[in-house]
């Protein structure tokens, strides 16, 4: 009765394990007979080999093997290895029914009876394909990240391992640090720093930065294999397994030195811009208040000198020495600003057709009075038949008017000043003009031409800033010339030649007006608007004498005021007032009545110039202005 219990237990025990096994589904679970036939097929293994128990029981194991395993005898060989070993673990590519492979784990395990003779085998398999083809990703991915970091050549990077020795290196640090991988793997990350920072414990820190907080960023000095320096910019990363255990660093270098080059050039550039436009803003206020107080002197001396006849003739060389000193000083206050304008490229040039004859003889007639008073023998032959050339005529004769006022300042009086102009077989203007001066040493013609180059002796002797040829040089560069000198020292003299390139025909004028104006058409009424009172005074007194209607202001607001209630046809007007500018009253005036705009000022850059034609000015006229010039003005206005 007993035994009838127990055999029934065994049979119930024995359905449910193989209903249990049957239900599997994630694990194909079958058993074979001593020969390797299949005897039972579970769920799990229909579902993962595809076949049902009617197809493949019966039927020998190897059929889920595939062909090359088949032919390597492999089924016999687990086999026998399970029947010797009592199991057998193996990882590869089996095969499904439709002829497809999936990557599985198999375990084949013997079973025996009570004499321990082998009776079956039974068989697992669990199919491991996606873990395979993650596998296979993260093993391309890898690669291809190994790859690309290997072919990185700007930063170095590589891995350490916990204590900071070198378990990795890619191109970029061997470019960077100079160090091939079988040179430098397994060494200490201490070697690319400095011997104060390795003092510091500088490498050390890093690490232990990165261990606390995951990271370390830092920017220094690093070495490379030749003991050269660097400046780098260096990441440091910590690298932990599942478990949060550091298993190493990443590291990445990248050097910086072009980078602070770059940022020193440029604040190096900025502060010379800074600089620069500080001493531009300093010199156009100094020239501003040069210029103001000038103004007056060198109007009431043009006045006095074209009327000289009416004077005491005690006082008509004074009268003169005036004017001509106070056209020096202004000339002096130009020389500087115009330096800064032609290296800095900020010249504008308004060129035209000009007749260089005219140019000449117009400069010559300023240096009249020098060459009468110093009595100094003049030989002027303008021979040239081509004379008409492209080019600033208000600049060409600057140059022009430089070199006659070098030769004139530098002859002791009664000595000799020539001038010709030539044609060469290249369609060239050629000007020379040659004195008996006290010539130029050798050694310093060389650097003539270059800004303050004139000897401390001469400066005190003649005067001068030193900057004339400098600026005659910068202009004839700019239309295209060339200008040179020849002298065979100390009392020889000196010749100067200047070519300009002529054009074959003779189109327009020279567009240089005449120095003495001629009288104006019809009486002016002219609001003068001037904060300085001498300028204020002198300026309405002359222009009242030569028949002009002249309102006074003083201030940005008087002006406007007055504007409102009388009609003007000229606004003569400062640029800078004490309650607001020259630009706002002839903006206003304008809006107001049709009326023409004189800018009378001190500041005389294109971009004062500019802003001045924006703001509605139809001239302008830098200070200080030779009365004769305001009154050329005053004719166009009234013609």
Not at 139 to 159: C, H, K, N
Not at 202 to 219: I, M, T
Request: charged share 30%; proline share 2%; aromatic share 6%.
């Amino acid at each position: 009765m007993r035994k009838r219990k127990v055999t029934g237990v065994l049979h119930e025990t024995e359905e449910r394990c193989r209903l249990l096994l049957e239900s599997v589904q994630d694990y194909a679970i079958f058993m074979l007979d001593p020969n390797g036939l299949i005897e039972t097929w579970n769920a799990g293994a229909q579902y993962i080999n595809g076949y049902s128990a009617d197809q493949i029981v019966g039927q020998d194991f190897s059929r889920l093997y595939t062909d090359e395993d088949k032919a390597a005898g492999k089924p016999e060989r687990q086999l026998k290895e399970a029947r010797t070993k009592g199991r057998v673990e193996d990882e590869s590519w089996l095969v499904r029914k439709d002829g497809s492979r999936f990557w599985a784990r198999a375990v084949i395990t013997a079973i025996r009876d009570s004499k321990g003779e082998v009776i079956g085998f039974a068989e697992v398999i669990h199919d491991l394909t996606e873990r395979k083809n993650a596998e296979e990703k993260l093993r391309a991915s890898e690669e291809q990240f190994r790859m690309l970091v290997d072919g990185v050549d700007e930063y170095a990077i590589y891995l350490l391992d916990p204590d900071g020795n070198i378990a990795t290196w890619n191109a970029g640090a061997e470019r960077i640090k100079g160090y091939s991988a079988e040179e430098i793997i397994g060494k200490n990350l201490a070697c690319f720093y400095t011997s104060l920072d390795v003092a510091a414990g500088k490498p050390q820190h890093n690490l232990e930065e990165a261990r606390l907080y995951g990271h370390s960023r830092d920017q220094g000095l690093r070495v490379r294999k030749d003991g050269s320096t660097f400046s780098a910019e260096v990441t440091l990363t910590a690298l932990r397994d599942e478990r949060g255990k550091i298993r190493g660093f990443s590291k990445v270098t990248r050097d910086i030195s072009d980078l602070i080059r770059a940022r020193s050039a440029e604040a190096a550039r900025a502060a010379a811009e800074k600089a620069n436009k500080a001493k531009d803003d300093f010199l156009a206020t100094l020239s501003h208040e040069l210029r103001a107080p000038l103004t007056p002197a060198l109007a009431a001396a043009s006045y006095l000198a074209d009327n000289v006849e009416k004077l005491p003739a005690i006082f008509s060389d004074e009268v003169h020495t005036i004017r001509r000193n106070v056209q020096l000083q202004a000339r002096l206050i130009d020389d500087l600003l115009d330096l800064t304008r032609v290296t800095r490229g900020k010249l504008q040039l308004r060129f035209d057709r000009v007749d260089a004859h005219e140019i000449i003889r117009e400069a010559l007639g300023i240096a009249q009075g020098e060459i009468l008073e110093k009595r100094l023998r003049t030989s002027v032959e303008l021979n040239a038949k081509k004379h008409n050339t492209w080019a600033d005529p208000i600049r060409i004769q600057q140059v022009f008017w430089n070199l006659i006022s070098n030769a004139v300042k530098f002859t002791p009086s009664g000595g000799q000043v020539e001038i010709r102009t030539s044609n060469d077989g290249r369609d060239h203007f050629l000007f020379e003009i040659t004195d008996s001066g006290i010539g130029i040493d050798i050694k310093q013609q060389q650097s003539l031409f270059q800004p303050f180059q004139q000897e401390g002796q001469i400066s005190r002797q003649f005067g001068g800033l030193g900057l004339g040829l400098a600026i005659s040089k910068h202009l004839v560069d700019l239309h295209g010339g060339a200008i040179t000198v020849e002298s065979r020292g100390r009392s020889y003299g000196t010749t100067f030649k200047v070519t300009l390139d002529v054009l074959k025909d003779r189109v327009g004028r020279s567009g240089v007006p005449a120095t003495v104006p001629r009288k104006p058409t019809r009486s002016l009424r002219i609001l003068l608007v001037e904060d300085h009172a001498d300028t204020r005074r002198t300026l309405s007194r002359l222009l009242s004498h030569f028949g002009h209607d002249i309102s006074v202001a003083e201030s940005t607001q008087t002006a406007l005021d007055i504007v409102k209630v009388k009609q003007f046809d000229v606004v003569l007007s400062d640029i800078g007032l004490p309650d607001g500018s020259g630009y706002d009253v002839i903006a206003q005036a304008k809006q107001k009545q049709a009326v023409k705009g004189v800018a009378l000022t001190g500041f005389g850059s294109d971009e004062d110039i500019r802003r001045g034609q924006e703001a509605g000015f139809d001239f302008h006229l830098v200070k200080p202005v030779d009365f004769h010039e305001l009154r050329s003005v005053l004719d166009q206005v009234g013609a």
